[in-house]
C-alpha cells in the first residue's frame, strides 16, 4: 500500500479526488487551518491540524510521495531549510517529493495589480520570499548537476534572483547554503514552469480552478489583512476584488506556476 502526504492542502479538494480514486492508498493532508471537510471523507484519508514549522509528528522514511503547493507567501525564507529537511525526512528513499509554487505578478492588469503590489509589499514585509521557486529550481538544478555542491557561478545566479529580499547577504548566503545541503538528499530532479490564465474566459477549466484559488485567498485568507495594509476599507476592498473579475473576464491575464519534483536517495 502506498502512503501519501499532502502538505498545507487547504480544504483538501486533491486529496478526496486521490484518495476516491485511488482507495488501497492511504492519504493525509496536513494543514494550519481547518478548511478540511470534518464528515465527507473517504476512509482511507486522515487530515491533521498542524503546523509546519513545528515539524511533521510523522516517523523518518514513511511516506512513498509527499506533496506541498502554494506555501510561499505564508512561509518565511529562512523557514524553508526546515521545512524541506521534514518534508525530505518523512518521505521513504526512492519516494518522490513534489512542490508546487506560483508567481503572483507575471501577466496581470491594472485592477488586479492595484491588490497584488501590495499583496507582494506585504509579503516581503514578513520575511517571505514569493520568488523562493526560482531559488529552489536554480539549487535543484545545481545540486543535481554539480554533485551536491554550489558552484561559485551560480551563488552568484541564485543571489541575482534573490536581490529584491530584505535578508542581508549574509543570512541570504547561509540560507541558500542550507537550502542546498537539504536538496541535496534528492536526485533524478526536474522542473516545470507553466503559464496558467486566470479565469473560464481565457484559461478554461484549468483557468476557473485557479481563479476559484485566487477567490479563496483574497476572500478568506487576506481579507481583514489586506484592506488594513492598504488603508482602505473592508468594503472598498471587496468591490475591487469583484472588478478583478471582469478584468480576468475582459482581459487575458496570466500567472506562472512552477513545479519541482525529484526522488529521495536510497541508503
Ligand atoms: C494558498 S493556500 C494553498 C492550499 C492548497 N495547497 C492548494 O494548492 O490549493 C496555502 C495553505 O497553506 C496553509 N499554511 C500556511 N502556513 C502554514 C503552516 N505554517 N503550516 C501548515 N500550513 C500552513 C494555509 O492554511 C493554506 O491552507
Not at 523562493?132 to 543571489?159: A, E, F, R, Y
Request: glycine share 6%.
Amino acid at each position: 500500500m502506498n502512503t501519501l502526504l499532502y502538505f498545507s492542502c487547504g480544504p483538501g479538494t486533491w486529496l478526496l479526488e486521490m484518495s476516491t480514486t485511488y482507495p488501497q492508498s492511504q492519504f493525509y493532508g496536513i494543514d494550519i487551518a481547518h478548511a478540511f471537510p470534518k464528515e465527507i471523507k473517504p476512509g482511507n484519508l486522515e487530515f491533521i491540524q498542524s503546523d509546519i514549522t513545528n515539524g511533521i509528528k510523522f516517523d523518518d522514511d514513511y511516506f512513498d510521495f509527499v506533496r506541498m503547493s502554494l506555501l510561499a507567501t505564508f512561509l518565511q525564507e529562512d523557514k524553508w531549510v526546515r521545512v524541506l529537511r521534514e518534508l525530505i525526512r518523512v518521505l521513504k528513499p526512492g519516494g518522490y517529493i513534489e512542490i508546487i509554487e506560483h508567481e503572483l505578478q507575471y501577466n496581470i492588469g491594472p485592477c488586479f495589480s492595484t491588490l497584488v503590489t501590495p499583496l507582494l509589499n506585504f509579503i516581503r514585509s514578513t520575511g517571505a520570499n514569493i520568488q523562493i521557486v526560482q531559488k529552489i529550481d536554480s539549487l535543484l538544478t545545481t545540486s543535481s548537476s554539480s554533485n551536491h555542491h554550489i558552484s561559485p557561478s551560480s551563488q552568484n545566479g541564485v543571489s541575482t534572483l534573490h536581490s529584491t529580499n530584505t535578508l542581508t547577504n549574509t543570512s541570504s548566503h547561509q540560507i541558500n547554503q542550507n537550502l542546498s545541503n537539504a536538496l541535496s538528499k534528492l536526485t533524478n530532479t526536474h522542473s516545470d514552469t507553466r503559464t496558467v490564465l486566470i479565469g473560464s474566459a481565457h484559461g478554461g477549466q484549468t483557468g476557473k480552478v485557479f481563479e476559484e484559488l485566487l477567490k479563496s485567498y483574497f476572500e478568506n485568507t487576506v481579507v481583514d489583512l489586506l484592506p488594513w495594509y492598504m488603508e482602505i476599507s473592508k468594503e472598498k476592498y471587496l468591490e475591487l476584488w469583484k472588478s478583478c473579475h471582469k478584468e480576468f473576464k475582459n482581459r487575458a491575464s496570466s500567472t506562472k506556476l512552477h513545479k519541482f519534483w525529484g526522488m529521495k536517495i536510497g541508503q
